[in-house]
């Protein structure tokens, strides 16, 4: 299985500003998870997604098959939204693999 | 709901000795898999298993065990620690039909 490579590594933002993390892989996949891991450590699903674009708040996830991209948005970022991002390609049921995550810092 | 649970939050091992991590979940769950995360590295999987009695090898399954008596439980085993299993462990579960992942809080390991 090819690897999954997420950009940037770090990212450093101003509140209000609007931050994209981009994730691209290189076969083809079922479906690409976005993942928040928090300050703390813990790990929580944001979206699932194998096609087009899902939206939560202010959080949108795009896919574009054809190119293996995805990217996660996040729109008016704010303090609370510092934390690393992880992207997953989930190549059949069993068998996840994941980016080494994108740290993002927003700054008030 | 509990959600995933892992117990210990945190464990020193010396090399050599042998120690159980442990996983639950209560929402019947098919599938349960076992992650370590590495510094500069992504989460890779270990072990899974899609329900009671199977198991399968992830992607680094040297140096660990795991068994699935109960849908509940998926234990993680370690027969003789290294230092190159120092790391932070994941349980997450999912049903089978579905994709997303519920991850249990951690479990940060340091083998001396």
């Known amino acids: 299985k090819n690897e999954v490579e997420q950009s940037p590594q770090n990212l450093t933002a101003q509140e209000g500003e609007f931050i994209t993390i981009n994730c691209s892989y290189s076969?083809?996949?079922?479906?690409l998870h976005w993942l928040q891991q928090h300050p703390g450590g813990g790990i929580v699903s944001l979206f699932m997604?194998?096609?087009g674009k899902k939206k939560h708040g202010r959080l949108i996830a795009t896919i574009n098959i054809q190119e293996k991209h995805s990217s996660l948005h996040i729109t008016a970022s704010h303090p609370r939204d510092s934390a690393v991002y992880i992207c997953?390609?989930?190549?059949?049921?069993?068998?996840?693999?994941f980016g080494a995550g994108t740290r993002l810092t927003v700054k008030p | 709901n509990a959600g995933v649970t892992q117990t210990p939050k945190f464990q020193v091992l010396k090399t050599g000795q042998s120690m159980t991590l442990q996983c639950a979940q209560d929402?019947?769950?098919?599938?349960m898999s076992w992650y370590r995360q590495d510094p500069g590295m992504g989460l890779r999987l270990i072990h899974y298993?899609?329900?009671?009695?199977?198991?399968d090898q992830g992607e680094v399954p040297n140096g660990y065990n795991v068994s699935r008596s109960t849908t509940e439980d998926f234990p993680l085993r370690l027969l003789s620690a290294a230092p190159s299993q120092t790391s932070v462990y994941f349980c997450?579960?999912?049903?089978?039909?579905?994709?997303?992942?519920?991850f249990g809080p951690g479990t940060r390991l340091t083998v001396l």
């Open positions: 997450a579960s999912k049903r089978t039909e579905y994709n997303e992942q519920f």
């Open positions: 076969v083809g996949i079922s479906a």
């Open positions: 997604l194998s096609s």
């Open positions: 997953a390609a989930l190549y059949n049921n069993n068998d996840m693999r």
């Open positions: 929402m019947n769950h098919e599938y």
């Open positions: 298993s899609v329900g009671a009695g199977i198991t």
